[in-house]
């Protein structure tokens, strides 16, 4: 299993950021797909998730209405759109996928920072 984030980078509070988490070595499309962040000195937690067919997706309170999850399975890609973002949005953004024995599988993870 691999992972692959990008899209982080630097940008002003208000501004928006499309993550991208590139999949490969497991069928994609047979798994739920997981945005997690990290802030400095913070437990890692649940952005948002999307099933399998993207028909269901499930955010944490703090990003509702500013951010969207979607997913391509035909690229085998998983994407996070960040609209109106804040300073408190500054973390290390995460892809994540559970398979059914309950092992998690991790991306190196890309860093946004929200500043003026």
């Known amino acids: 299993v691999r992972l692959v984030e990008s899209g982080g980078g630097l940008v002003q509070p208000g501004g928006s950021l499309r993550l991208s988490c590139a999949a490969s070595?497991?069928?994609?499309?047979?798994?739920?797909m997981t945005w997690y962040r990290q802030a400095p000195g913070k437990e890692r937690e649940l952005v948002a998730d999307?099933?399998?067919?993207?028909?269901?997706?499930k955010y944490a309170d703090s990003v509702k209405g500013r951010f969207t999850i979607s997913r391509d399975n035909a690229k085998n890609t998983v994407y996070l759109q960040m609209n109106s973002l804040k300073p408190e949005d500054t973390a290390v953004y995460y892809c994540?996928?559970?398979?059914?024995?309950?092992?998690?599988?991790w991306g190196q993870g890309t860093q946004v920072t929200v500043s003026s």
């Open positions: 994540n996928m559970r398979d059914y024995y309950g092992a998690n599988y």
């Open positions: 070595g497991f069928t994609f499309s047979w798994y739920a």
């Open positions: 999307i099933i399998i067919t993207g028909g269901s997706t």
